[in-house]
Nanobody
Framework: QVQLVESGGGLVPPGGSLRLSCAASGSIFSINIMAWYRQASGKQRELVASVTASGNTNYPDSVKGRFTISRDNTKNTVYLLMNSLTPEDTAVYYC???????????????WGQGTQVTVSS
């Protein structure tokens, strides 16, 4: 099986910064896309950032210029650096990874358990 474990959430004042981490472990042969999503209370889950295995990134306009996604392929870990946070960024943040497993070589998307980010004074 494959597990994704997130860390780094918490409470931060408006204008502050936070860095999230997500480490994948288990029966991993390779990881294609790694991404961060968020879901605010009463809203649908939305993509925040994604990065391919070769390092190509993608961001929606709402976070472009403020958030930076990166990954360490040697550690199967993805990071999300969030700057200039506003209360509108408050949400549960989830990491996702498209993992090709060993033995079966099937490709599936796996999700982390989520970490709360609250932006408030």
């Amino acid at each position: 099986q494959v597990q994704l474990v997130e860390s780094g959430g918490g409470l931060v004042p408006p204008g502050g910064s936070l860095r999230l981490s997500c480490a994948a472990s288990g029966s991993i042969f390779s990881i294609n896309i790694m991404a961060w999503y968020r879901q605010a209370s009463g809203k649908q889950r939305e993509l925040v950032a994604s990065v391919t295995a070769s390092g190509n990134t993608n961001y929606p306009d709402s976070v472009k210029g403020r958030f930076t996604i990166s990954r360490d392929n040697t550690k199967n870990t993805v990071y999300l650096l969030m700057n200039s946070l506003t209360p509108e960024d408050t949400a549960v943040y989830y990491c996702a990874a498209d993992v090709r497993r060993t033995v079966t070589f099937d490709l599936n998307r796996y999700w982390g358990q989520g970490t709360q980010v609250t932006v408030s004074s």
